[in-house]
């Protein structure tokens, strides 16, 4: 009887990346609501563009093999991919870095902000690297715009933006839109013709508002034309009245 040879068993090649972290969200809601109004803004403005993602507050990994290579970027905007919902982003399989990252800065994440995620985003070829500080804790202007040159960041230039909407500004190359702080201290978003640029909830308001006095100027229009009827048909019965006519309304 020949000796059976077992075979150790195979070693398991899975790697996971999970969809989350497990750490609670714990943003205020100073930095809640820029990224929420960030995101819908520029989902809506490339929202023609199919091959533009635009995303946030998910897991990016960048090495395949290193579930510890991760970050999670509150906004970023990665041309040349499918537009379509994924629970996480992973770089090896879209072959594509973005080229556009915002952080919604705070004095709790000062350090990483900007000495860990800059150096990184560096590293990975991010176009561009926007800091907000919405509460105005510590950045001063309160938002700032890096932008990749030979392997390192550089500060691009601000200026007083001459829109109705604020003042100081800084240009994104990358989405072909200026950052400004509005004159309420929140950031902002406009197109090149100095459009302010709308969220989707803003943009159906405007629509309903649209329709609403629409339906207004037809509804004036009616009653003149009604009341315009009634005078005429007055001045007929007059008339007939003056004349001693029959009335056209009787055989």
Request: glycine share 6%.
């Amino acid at each position: 009887m020949s000796d059976l040879t077992i075979s150790p068993p195979a070693i398991d090649n899975f790697i996971e990346y999970p969809d989350e972290d497990g750490e609670p969200m714990a943003e205020s809601d100073f930095q809640r609501k820029v990224m929420i109004y960030a995101l819908s803004v520029l989902t809506l403005y490339f929202r023609q563009q199919p091959d533009v993602y635009v995303t946030g507050n998910i897991l990016f990994y960048y090495e395949e093999g290193n579930p510890q290579a991760v970050i999670s970027p509150d906004v970023m905007v990665i041309m040349g991919v499918e537009k379509k919902d994924r629970r996480k982003y992973m770089l090896w399989e879209d072959q594509q870095v973005p080229q556009f990252v915002l952080e919604v800065t705070s004095k709790s994440t000062r350090r990483k902000d900007q000495n860990f995620k800059k150096r990184l985003y560096a590293e990975l070829g991010i176009t561009e690297y926007f800091l907000f500080d919405p509460t105005g804790d510590y950045l001063e202007p309160k938002l700032q715009g890096f932008r990749l040159q030979n392997g390192r960041y550089e500060p691009i230039p601000g200026f007083s933006s001459p829109n109705p909407y604020g003042g100081y500004a800084v240009y994104s190359r990358v989405l072909a839109l200026d950052l400004f702080i509005a004159w309420d201290g929140w950031l902002r978003f406009l197109d090149p013709e100095e459009e302010r640029l709308l969220t989707d909830l803003e943009e159906t308001m405007d629509r309903a508002l649209e329709a609403e006095a629409r339906a207004e100027a037809e509804a004036a229009a009616r009653q003149a034309a009604e009341r315009e009827a009634e005078t005429l048909k007055a001045l007929v019965a007059e008339l007939q009245a003056q004349l001693n006519l029959p009335d056209s309304g009787q055989n």
